[in-house]
């Protein structure tokens, strides 16, 4: 078996910081996307895992044969499954019928068992009867390990020590904003921790969805997996924020599209609320150099954001077409620039 540490060590990597040229509103906005894509699983939450499941070993050790749950709407559980087995452990998930159909095969390929919660929670989401399955399931079974993502401070504290000084030596001294997606708040509240430290100029800017209480929203039907949350989250509080946004999901999905349509580069739907929340801040030129963290790419979710049928299902087809056509009337474009 691998030693464990090295396993935690080689599951985090450097993603890169790609720069962009947009334009909008007649003026140019640089910004750069922090490409967590990248990470070994595919997303931001690499970091997250590796933070809460060190922070458990080091509680106790993970010893092989143990089981570890959490509750994930998919890129936790994407990271957990590629880890654990490495380390001889086992990992349940309890996901829920919003979690994409390509992240459900993806992790019982890679040998996670699933729990698939049906019931919604009556704000707007699944997290509370995801919540409840997770304490059933750990009464029942007292050998289960929880990582408790949206509880445990060793999530936060990784992206203060790993995505925050990446942004802030990627960007260099021109950065002026960093625009990340809250859920459970974890990656937002890491992150704006290094700035406060290391860059106290640079505005820090949380980005949710309309539906979600992750922030100060009111909880209500959402649509994009991986951002937002049906109860505000335990670890940001309003002075860890410059500004608080909530971007329509139907305004994300356009902008995921254009996007697309743009620079051939498909990210997930956070991604897609942390650049419209860029634009709606920026009618022309800072001279400073804003970076949207893409927290993970539009792949899994080609059967979703990306797809028309699906947008005519829930019924927001007309309202992303608009959010479109919109934006390009606006003169949105993006080119990539000089990469960091
Ligand atoms: C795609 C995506 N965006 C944003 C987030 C938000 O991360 P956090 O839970 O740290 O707030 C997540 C978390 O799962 C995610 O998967």
Redesign the pocket.
């Known amino acids: 078996m691998r030693d464990v540490e090295q396993v935690f060590r080689d599951a985090v990597r450097d993603t890169p910081l790609r720069r962009v040229r947009c334009r909008y509103r007649g003026g140019t906005v640089p910004f750069g996307l922090k490409m ?1 894509a990248h990470g070994s699983s595919g ?3 690499d970091r ?1 895992a590796v933070g809460l499941l060190r922070q458990l070993h080091q509680e106790r050790p993970l010893v092989p044969g143990t089981v570890v749950v959490e509750s ?5 559980g994407l990271a957990m499954a590629r880890i654990l087995p490495e380390i001889g452990c086992e990992f349940l998930a309890v996901v829920d019928l919003k979690t994409p159909g390509p992240t459900m095969r993806a992790l019982r390929d890679m040998g996670a068992r699933l729990v698939v919660v049906d019931e919604p929670d009556g704000r707007g989401g699944y997290l509370l009867s995801r919540l409840e399955t997770v304490r059933r399931l750990c009464a029942e079974n007292p050998g289960y390990r929880w990582t408790n ?1 949206y509880e445990n401070p060793a ?2 504290r990784m ?1 203060s020590r790993t995505t925050g000084p990446e942004i802030v030596a990627q960007a260099g001294p021109e950065l002026s904003a960093v625009y ?11 992150i704006s921790a290094h700035l406060r430290d290391a860059r106290p100029d640079v505005a820090r800017v949380a980005v949710d969805v309309t539906g979600s209480a ?1 922030l100060y929203g009111d909880p209500g039907q959402r649509r994009i ?3 937002g ?1 049906s109860r505000p ?1 335990l ?1 940001i509080t309003p002075g860890d924020y410059d500004r608080a946004v909530l971007v329509e999901d139907a305004e994300a999905m356009a902008v995921c599209r254009i996007l697309h349509e743009d620079l051939g580069l498909a990210v ?4 897609g609320c942390t650049v419209r929340a860029l634009l709606a801040d920026h009618e022309g030129p800072d001279g400073g150099l804003s970076v949207c ?1 893409a ?2 790419g539009g792949e899994k979710y080609r059967e979703t954001i990306y797809s028309d049928e699906w947008t005519v299902a829930q019924g927001i087809h007309e309202d992303v077409l608009r959010a479109v056509k919109q934006l390009r009337y606006e003169g949105l474009s993006f080119t990539w620039a000089r990469s960091a």
């Open positions: 967590e997303s931001v939450k997250t994930t709407s998919g890129n936790l993502q999530g936060p992206h990340a997606p809250v859920s459970t708040g974890g990656t937002f509240a890491g992750a997996p991986g951002i949350a989250s670890f997930g739907g956070s991604s963290l927290a993970d």
